[in-house]
């Protein structure tokens, strides 16, 4: 997508010099800068530190660490233990762990001598098959706002293209539409503690596409005064009964949405759906630094970046909620748009 009028993926390999370059998402939108590595260490880092995040292109960035970390020693041991430990960056978001297997399995199918070549190759297939499904997920998302005349949308947390390589997740039926001339409007989550809300903002005002940004309790009192036609979020896992592990506060959204009758739909590659996640939590609830929560980045009136710390008060900082299948109009995949309840017929 667009940065100043420049296309950019979020992250690409230079294979030629062994490196892998991305964009320090932790540094927006005050200022836009590309790092590269040639050292998993950094890519499992970046990960910790959300210098990438959003689940799609955590899992690429796993799959790309995994890759640097096999340069010097392609052997099964050291594969799955890079595994592990790339997996364990972070715990929620099913992408991570399936693009890792994923890779590490095709791997340990090659004779050593042909592996380091090979994984080259098989992550730039990564890289490509996100910007496929995404690209559908757009395609198919887009229909359903322009058939259903969705004005005005409201979404949480940022799961736009800097969530992904490129075109994004629950953005991506927006700029789908809005670029076949559908009158689009956007309301943005903060989406507090991490404000990726601001992401959300930076991608719309770089694609000129209105939006609004607003509190995170704002939702609610918008869908009663009947200025939200339809919600769209991504998700970090989706459980194969329809139940969504999204960013925290996307279980207050939909049942606001329920209550006011607005449609509450998820965006999602079939990498997120996690057939082991069924009617109860079985995975880990990431739980942040309360740092999070208790400093805030921003700039000065010198346009410096600077800290507010809020001293120390007690906190907790979980980083998703769920939200079950009954409150869910319908989940966006590559492969079309499913009701919650008959997910299990596709990917089971």
């Known amino acids: 997508m667009r940065v100043a009028g420049q296309n950019y993926q979020t992250i690409w390999l230079d294979r030629e010099n062994s490196k892998v370059f991305f964009i320090d998402q932790a540094l927006l939108p005050f200022e836009f800068s590309i790092r590269s590595t040639s050292h998993h260490e950094d890519l499992i880092n970046a990960i910790k530190t959300m210098q990438v995040r959003g689940a799609p292109v955590i899992g ?30 972070r715990p929620t978001a099913v992408n991570l762990a399936w693009a890792v297997n ?19 190759n098989y992550a730039e297939k990564l890289i490509q098959n996100d910007i496929q499904c995404n690209h559908q997920i757009g395609v198919h ?18 799961a736009g293209w800097l ?9 991506s039926p927006i700029f789908e539409a809005f670029k076949n001339n559908q009158n689009i409007h956007v309301w943005v989550d903060e989406t507090r503690p991490r404000n990726q809300g601001l992401l959300t903002c930076w991608e719309l005002m770089n694609e000129k596409i209105p939006y609004t940004l607003i509190v995170d309790n704002a939702g609610g009192l918008l869908m009663m005064e009947k200025k939200v036609d339809v919600v769209i979020v991504g998700a970090d896992r989706i459980s194969i009964n329809g139940h969504v592990c999204n ?9 606001a949405a329920k209550a006011n009758n607005i449609p509450f739909y998820v965006a999602a590659p079939s990498s997120t759906i996690d057939i082991n996640f069924k009617d109860e939590i079985n995975f880990d609830i990431e739980n942040r630094t309360t740092d999070e929560i208790l400093k805030i980045n921003g700039l000065d009136e010198n346009k410096q970046l600077s800290i ?3 001293s120390e008060f007690n ?6 909620d769920i939200t079950p299948n009954h409150l869910i109009s319908g989940i966006i995949t590559e492969k079309g748009i499913f009701k919650p309840e008959t997910l299990k017929t596709v990917y089971a």
């Open 163 to 171: 969530a992904t390589v490129d075109h994004g997740t629950a953005l």
């Open 60 to 89: 690429i960035t796993g799959a790309l660490a995994l890759l640097l970390g096999m340069s010097l020693d392609s052997s099964d041991v050291n594969l799955n233990n890079l595994s592990q430990e790339i997996i364990k960056a």
């Open 102 to 120: 994923s890779m590490n399995g095709e791997i340990q199918k090659i004779p050593q001598e042909r592996r380091l070549d090979f994984a080259w």
């Open 141 to 158: 998302g887009g229909q359903l706002i322009i058939d259903n005349n969705y004005n005005n949308i409201l979404t949480h947390c940022n």
């Open 308 to 310: 507010i710390s809020f």
């Open 247 to 255: 960013k925290i506060g996307t279980y207050l959204k939909a049942l």
């Open 315 to 320: 906190a907790h900082n979980p980083a998703f």
